[in-house]
């Protein structure tokens, strides 16, 4: 996808500077073995808060990150000149210049800062812009710990797209979902949930999931999920002239990846669907291609008739 350069006044800001590497991944439950393949239903249902409670646990009793598999390095280990990822830049340029995965989360973020902005202009309503934080291993939000095993979220309370950037590799050696629209589609589902705080949606449904069972709790994230696969589709078919061949196929690849049949079958050897958090491969696939094909986040309501 052929993007601009991100924007200078983007809202960026880097924690940076500690060792570490990512773990788990966007939207599901791959990487160092059963714990995390839980974490994302403990972050839908508690919030970072709750994440971070179930790592810190580990971490004093399990022994350690360490421990948990998935390619992961010890906190502080090694030796010699220290990587990009684990440097931090000094303001927005440098941070999203320290390395290709920075650059490609600037473009995409920049670009749908614009877009959205521009889709809110048009319809009379206020836009707020997020932040981008980066961090590698490990961070801090406005909602607890961040953790390079939740993969990429959104925070609510602070405004922040949280990106550990070696989730792109992951992204793509581990799920196959290569080139720089599957990226893009990672910032712009994170985006995507922005755009529903700021329309209050996350709100509601965070209010009827405290009020419900945890198998109606799950349905509910999954709704909220695939609408942000929806709103990211709205993004890609705002800025269509600037996609390349073979973009679409790239984000159908990657939605098909980090569908949570696909990654319950690759983790624990057998699908249970009352336990889905962000909906079926299918169903990502699905909603990703309606907001391409309409361009209308109004077409996004999966919170009416069925999921597909």
Known sequence: MRLDDFDPNINVEDQRGSGGSGFGGFGGGGGGGLLFAFLPMIFNRFGCFGVAIVLGLFLVFGGGLNMLGGGGQMIGGGSGAPTAASRAGSDTNSSCNLDAGSKVACNAFSSA?????????KEGQRFEAPKLVFYNGEGQSGCGAAQSAMGPFYCPNDQGIY??????????????????FAQDYVIAHEFGHHIQNLLGISDKESALQRR???VEGNRLSVMLELQADCFAGVWAAQNRDRMDPGDLQEGMTAAHAIGDDTLQQETQGRVVPDSFTHGTSQQRMTWLRRGIDTGDYRQCDTFQGTLG
């Open 212 to 214: 419900s069972s945890e």
């Open 113 to 121: 800062d614009k877009t959205w902005a521009a889709l809110f202009a």
């Open 163 to 180: 990106l550990d950037t070696s989730f792109f590799n992951e992204l793509s050696q581990k799920f196959g979902a290569s080139g720089d």
